[in-house]
């Protein structure tokens, strides 16, 4: 990251121990729960008034990479996750800019969870991190910013190649 970014308080210490009613996922995650280097939150400025609230995203100023592409998610249910997959190079921040979700981070050593409830808060990903989204609330609508065009080869969909892929780089 290039730029000095103003850092928020995550909210691990506020996700659900409901992790999709799988409740003993939870107790394995506990002991690994720990900040990850390259998954931060920044803090976005609201410009608001009486008429509303509005807030801009630029590129090398609040975003920290030059944005190629832009989509959002939406129409998602409660109980059903998404993601599990890391990127070997995109950079990617996420915005919940309607409603609230969690995203799970794991960095093949530790792993933290991130309560999304505010279009003020925007969750930067690095590369070769693992994340999966869960516990949307109704309407959710998550916006995600990405540092590179759509590559579906850019994806790494296996957990054990996920992790095999850190643990080179790692020693590499
Ligand atoms: C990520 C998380 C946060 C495209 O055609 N273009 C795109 O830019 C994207 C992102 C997806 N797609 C297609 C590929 C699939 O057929 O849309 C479909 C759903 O994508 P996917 O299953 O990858 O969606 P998620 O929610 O599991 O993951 C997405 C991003 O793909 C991923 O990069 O980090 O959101």
């Known amino acids: 990251m ?20 799988v409740e003993h996922q939870w107790a394995n995650w506990k002991n690994k729960m720990k900040k ?6 920044i803090k976005l400025q609201i410009f608001g008034d009486a008429r509303g ?20 998610i939406f129409d998602t249910k409660r109980d059903t996750p ?42 930067y990903i690095g590369n070769n991190i693992w994340r999966e989204m869960f516990d949307f609330s109704q309407g959710c609508v998550l916006l995600v910013l990405a540092s590179r065009y759509y590559d579906p080869k850019e994806y790494i969909k296996d957990y054990s190649e996920f992790l095999k892929s850190v643990r080179c780089n790692r020693k590499g």
């Open 2 to 21: 290039g730029k000095k970014i103003d850092i928020i308080i995550h909210a691990a210490s506020q996700a659900s121990p409901k992790y999709y009613g």
């Open 36 to 41: 990850i280097e390259k998954v931060k939150l």
């Open 53 to 72: 609230s509005l807030v801009s995203l630029e590129q090398y100023k609040n975003i920290p990479f030059n944005i190629k592409r832009v989509y959002y």
């Open 82 to 123: 998404r993601g599990f997959h890391a990127h070997k190079t995109l950079e990617q921040v996420l915005i919940c800019v309607n409603g609230a979700c969690k995203i799970k981070v794991d960095d093949g050593k530790n792993v933290d969870i991130f309560n999304l409830f505010s279009p003020e808060q925007g969750l």
